[in-house]
């Protein structure tokens, strides 16, 4: 497994968390705005056009795009705030699953 293979997994997983969670408490939503609404203040152009789909999916509530199979949800993922959701012992769960993953893909080349 590539570098850039385990960092889109890894983040996939997370994001699967996170929605897990959200939809377990919906009440969660309130702390994703305000990430968002914090991101906004630095008005980076470069970062705009994510963070303004970043809005518009939590607005939605459109879960699914956080964990889609395409190249925009793998992008959208780089630049998310939905894993400022998870508890630090479950991201370094996910993280220590991935790395697993890749030593073993290592040693199996």
Known sequence: MDLHRAQDLQ??????????LLRADP??????????SRWSMRDDPNSRPLLQRWIDI??????????????EARQLRQASPMAT???????????????T????????S
């Open 11 to 20: 983040s996939l997983l997370m994001h699967e968390e996170a929605v897990r």
């Open 27 to 36: 009440s969660l939503v309130v702390r994703l705005e305000q990430t968002l």
């Open 58 to 71: 939590v607005a939605a509530r459109d879960w699914a795009m956080a964990t889609a199979d395409t190249q």
């Open 85 to 99: 959701l998870l508890p630090q012992e479950t991201r370094l769960d996910i993280i220590r699953k991935v790395k």
């Open 101 to 108: 993953l890749k030593e073993r893909a290592r040693a199996a």
